[in-house]
């Protein structure tokens, strides 16, 4: 399986930037998808992005054109540019690890399978 551990969190003032990272175990170059999620005090975990091993990136509502999901170069570090935060989006936030399987030529998902310990985002208003 994979080794996830966020870092990078803490607290920001609303408006501001953070970008916490998770460093990654290896994967299979062709076949992964990582992704970041965000548990708020008292709610579910919900999605935020994800980045494909092909480079393809999908966001919900919320994250679209405020923050973005991206790879270094070497694929072992998962960034999570933050801008224009808000106190709303404090919450724990958690990275994901997992694989998928080929059918005929494409790619589908499986369930992501591997989660790191998570890393707290503060935002002060």
């Known amino acids: 399986g994979a080794n996830l551990v966020e870092s990078g969190g803490g607290t920001v003032e609303s408006g501001g930037s953070l970008r916490p990272y998770c460093t990654t175990s290896y994967h299979n170059p062709d076949n992964y998808r990582l992704g970041w999620f965000r548990q708020a005090q008292g709610r579910q975990r919900e999605w935020g992005a994800t980045i494909v091993h092909n480079g393809v990136t999908h966001y919900t509502d919320f994250m679209k054109g405020r923050f973005a999901i991206a790879q270094d170069n070497a694929k072992t570090t998962l960034y999570l540019q933050m801008n224009s935060i808000q106190p709303n989006d404090t919450a724990m936030y958690y990275c994901?690890?997992?694989?998928?399987?080929?059918?005929?030529?494409?790619?589908?998902?499986?369930?992501?399978?591997?989660w790191g310990p998570g890393a707290q985002v503060t935002v002060s208003s």
């Open positions: 994901a690890s997992g694989v998928g399987s080929y059918c005929a030529g494409y790619w589908y998902p499986l369930p992501f399978s591997w």
